[in-house]
């Protein structure tokens, strides 16, 4: 099956900081989504990104799929941002998601 | 629209006991899956579902069962709990493979058996 990293695995960072998440996959992919674990556990949608680029706010991600890697970009953090950031890529559709491990991002006040 | 709701949101199980795992959307979305994440992981595949009547494993179905006689809802069957089973449990829906594939995903059930 298709293998997915992402790096760093733990980010700590001071608010207002700026951020790149990695995320590299070992084949081609009709899917790739970012997610957002809130410390309550609740995962939030923040892009479906199987290539090219999307912004939305502070949040931004870019996909270079004959690279097999994605990247997101979190501008001027804020506390709230803290949590886990989960890329998961799928061959076909969105229904047999493969996740990586995580990134875990702690922003500091 | 409420997405997709999961119930209950917490359960505590006995070991040997079975439970069912709810799962609805109202997305119109022909695709389901159930998918698990323990501690410091992501979450892993355990069915998954591209219509009414028909389902298939993930990459951890053991102990598992599940059925999709409608579009709307997809439970999660645990047969004879075991602690290993002790996880977050979580539903998700998607369109078919096309322009948007993305999926969204429930609340989450917090299962511990002891």
């Known amino acids: 099956g298709i293998q997915v990293e992402q790096s760093p695995p733990d980010l700590i960072l001071q608010e207002g900081a700026n951020s790149t998440l990695r995320c590299n996959f070992s084949?081609?992919?009709?899917?790739l989504q970012w997610f957002h674990q809130n410390p309550w556990g609740q995962l939030i949608n923040l892009f479906y990104i199987p290539s090219g680029t999307k912004q939305n706010g502070r949040l931004s991600a870019t996909t270079v799929a004959t690279e097999r890697y994605s990247l997101l970009y979190i501008s001027s953090s804020q506390t709230t941002d803290s949590g886990v950031y989960f890329c998961?890529?799928?061959?076909?559709?969105?229904?047999?998601?493969?996740f990586g491990g995580g990134t875990r991002v702690l922003v500091k006040p | 629209n409420a997405g997709v709701t999961q119930t209950p949101k917490f359960q505590v199980l006995k070991t040997g006991q079975s439970m069912t795992l709810q799962c609805a959307q109202d997305?119109?979305?022909?695709?389901m899956s159930w998918y698990r994440q323990d501690p410091g992981m992501g979450l892993r595949l355990i069915h998954y579902?591209?219509?009414?009547?028909?389902?298939d494993q993930g990459e951890v179905p053991n102990g598992y069962n599940v059925s999709r006689s409608t579009t709307e809802d997809f439970p999660l069957r645990l047969l004879s709990a075991a602690p290993s089973q002790t996880s977050v449990y979580f539903c998700?829906?998607?369109?078919?493979?096309?322009?948007?594939?993305?999926?969204?995903f429930g609340q989450g059930t917090r299962l511990t058996v002891v």
């Open positions: 998961a890529v799928d061959k076909a559709a969105g229904n047999k998601l493969t």
């Open positions: 998700a829906s998607s369109s078919p493979a096309g322009v948007d594939t993305e999926a969204f």
């Open positions: 579902s591209v219509g009414a009547g028909i389902t």
């Open positions: 997305m119109n979305h022909e695709y």
């Open positions: 084949d081609s992919v009709n899917n």
